[in-house]
């Protein structure tokens, strides 16, 4: 793995991400919207949003990342573009970083802009700090990222990466504890739902709104970043140079 060439390929992405605004505007819009419709829906309930908004901010940044990042890198293999990079001294493992270091920023300015929407304009209040609020926004865009890049290795047409959705992403909105404390679940779900990021990053929002800190902040962030850095690791090993 070379750094120069991880940087060329997140330059190259970035690039093309400038000449498409679309996905620029999905990014870095669409979780904003998503949380001010979510507040104005709560706008009457007094203290719902607040209870609530921080685990939307946890769950619309990471589906919006999972979703473009699969998308994007797919139609790269099938358009022949990474049989055609990995003719040259790439690497598998520069390409997955280069895409993963491209995306990473965006998904950093995406949550500074989805969590400066809902504090200023939906007034969302938390007791921890606000910069809190936000790399932990960060980290789990990350992880939607690394759950795409992921996604893509194994699917062959967009649709199908669309599908990995409800293996990937729905099952870690249902048990990540934002319907239900997690602790009021069956045993049997409270244990799988350990086992997905989700769950943890929910946490980790859930500390920062509560004002707590230490490992109950730390601990569950941790993990979400391990589970984003073994789905990096695991996607450079299985991509493949080409859909067939």
Same mark, same amino acid.
């Given at each position: 793995?070379s750094p120069?060439r991880?940087?060329?390929?997140?330059g190259?992405?970035?690039r +093309? !991400?400038?000449?498409?605004?679309?996905?620029? *505007?999905l990014?870095l819009? &669409?979780?904003? /919207? @998503?949380?001010?419709?979510f %507040?104005w829906?709560?706008?009457?309930?007094e203290?719902?949003?607040?209870q609530f908004?921080g685990?939307?901010l946890a769950?619309?940044?990471?589906?919006i990342?999972?979703?473009?990042?699969?998308i994007?890198t797919l139609?790269e293999?099938r358009?022949?573009?990474?049989e055609?990079?990995?003719a040259?001294p790439?690497a598998?493992?520069d390409?997955i970083a280069?895409y993963?270091?491209?995306f990473?920023?965006m998904?950093?300015l995406?949550?500074?802009?989805t969590?400066?929407?809902?504090?200023?304009?939906c007034?969302l209040?938390?007791?921890?700090?606000i910069? +809190? !609020?936000g790399?932990?926004a960060?980290?789990d *865009?990350?992880?939607?990222t &690394?759950?795409? /890049? @992921?996604?893509?290795?194994? %699917?062959?047409?967009?649709?199908q990466?669309v599908?990995?959705m409800p293996?990937?992403?729905?099952?870690q909105?249902i048990l990540g504890?934002?319907f239900?404390?997690?602790?009021?679940?069956?045993d049997v779900?409270?244990a799988i739902?350990?086992w997905?990021?989700?769950?943890?990053?929910?946490?980790?929002?859930?500390?920062?709104a509560a004002g707590?800190?230490?490992?109950?902040l730390?601990?569950p962030?941790?993990?979400?970043?391990?589970?984003?850095?073994?789905s990096?690791v695991l996607a450079s090993?299985?991509?493949r140079?080409r859909t067939p």
């Amino acid at each position: 793995m070379s750094p120069a060439r991880t940087l060329a390929t997140a330059g190259r992405v970035l690039r +093309q !991400l400038s000449h498409d605004p679309r996905s620029i *505007a999905l990014m870095l819009v &669409a979780p904003s /919207l @998503l949380v001010g419709l979510f %507040a104005w829906l709560f706008s009457e309930q007094e203290g719902v949003f607040d209870q609530f908004g921080g685990a939307i901010l946890a769950l619309f940044p990471f589906v919006i990342m999972f979703l473009i990042t699969s998308i994007t890198t797919l139609r790269e293999r099938r358009g022949g573009t990474l049989e055609r990079l990995m003719a040259t001294p790439l690497a598998k493992a520069d390409f997955i970083a280069g895409y993963a270091l491209a995306f990473g920023l965006m998904a950093t300015l995406q949550a500074v802009v989805t969590v400066a929407f809902a504090v200023l304009v939906c007034g969302l209040t938390v007791d921890g700090p606000i910069w +809190q !609020l936000g790399l932990v926004a960060v980290v789990d *865009a990350v992880l939607g990222t &690394a759950l795409g /890049l @992921l996604a893509s290795a194994f %699917a062959r047409t967009e649709f199908q990466a669309v599908q990995f959705m409800p293996l990937l992403v729905f099952p870690q909105i249902i048990l990540g504890g934002l319907f239900m404390p997690r602790e009021d679940m069956p045993d049997v779900l409270f244990a799988i739902s350990d086992w997905l990021p989700l769950s943890h990053a929910i946490d980790a929002v859930n500390a920062v709104a509560a004002g707590e800190s230490g490992s109950d902040l730390w601990g569950p962030l941790l993990i979400v970043a391990a589970f984003a850095a073994g789905s990096l690791v695991l996607a450079s090993l299985t991509l493949r140079r080409r859909t067939p």
